[in-house]
């Protein structure tokens, strides 16, 4: 399992515009993951005509590369206490996934982490703020949610152009 993490991914000034969209934001409940699980969390899908749209694309293009188009961009925000599931996002083979942590702190007490499942391991990455991670879309994986405060992550979906 690789999974790719980037600090300070953003300058401090985009960091807090890109929170600021996610505080101001109108979600809609529940994404599903899978088939058999019932839907958690919030989603707002970002659209390409957004400038966070384009903030992100033009940094997570340069990393995806030319065999890679970008698919769907949205904000999941959990709530204190939300149990999202372990899922995968892509099975196409060479799809990436990425997630952006935005939040304006975190410690090791409020949990939040992104947990990856492999070789019978759970392994997390924790949301530390302005971070992007990056990994194969068929790693399952899931978020976890913060202890008091709402969880916002950027997920931002590439797959193969065929």
Same mark, same amino acid.
């Given at each position: 399992?690789?999974?790719?993490? %980037?600090?300070? /991914?953003?300058? @401090?000034?985009?960091? =807090?515009?890109?929170? $600021?969209?996610?505080?101001?934001? +109108?979600? !809609?409940?529940?994404?599903?993951?899978?088939?058999?699980?019932?839907?958690?969390?919030?989603?707002?899908?970002?659209?390409?005509?957004?400038?966070?749209?384009?903030?992100?694309?033009?940094?997570?293009?340069?990393?995806?590369?030319?065999?890679?188009?970008?698919?769907?961009?949205? %904000?999941?925000? /959990?709530?204190? @206490?939300?149990?999202? =599931?372990?899922?995968? $996002?892509?099975?196409?083979?060479? +799809?990436? !996934?990425?997630?952006?942590?935005?939040?304006?702190?975190?410690?090791?007490?409020?949990?939040?982490?992104?947990?990856?499942?492999?070789?019978?391991?759970?392994?997390?990455?924790?949301?530390?703020?302005?971070?992007?991670?990056?990994?194969?879309?068929?790693?399952?994986?899931?978020?976890?949610?913060?202890?008091?405060?709402?969880?916002?992550?950027?997920?931002?979906?590439?797959?193969?152009?065929?």
């Amino acid at each position: 399992m690789i999974v790719e993490v %980037i600090d300070d /991914f953003l300058s @401090t000034d985009d960091a =807090y515009s890109v929170l $600021d969209y996610c505080r101001m934001a +109108s979600y !809609t409940y529940g994404e599903t993951d899978t088939s058999s699980t019932p839907p958690t969390g919030m989603v707002h899908e970002i659209c390409e005509t957004d400038e966070i749209y384009k903030l992100f694309s033009s940094k997570t293009d340069l990393i995806a590369g030319d065999d890679l188009v970008l698919n769907r961009m949205y %904000i999941n925000c /959990f709530a204190p @206490t939300e149990n999202p =599931y372990f899922h995968t $996002d892509c099975d196409e083979e060479g +799809s990436i !996934t990425f997630l952006y942590y935005s939040s304006d702190e975190w410690n090791l007490d409020l949990g939040g982490e992104t947990q990856f499942y492999a070789n019978g391991q759970i392994a997390g990455v924790p949301p530390i703020p302005n971070r992007m991670v990056y990994f194969d879309s068929s790693i399952l994986h899931r978020a976890t949610t913060y202890r008091d405060r709402h969880r916002f992550t950027i997920a931002i979906k590439y797959v193969p152009d065929n």
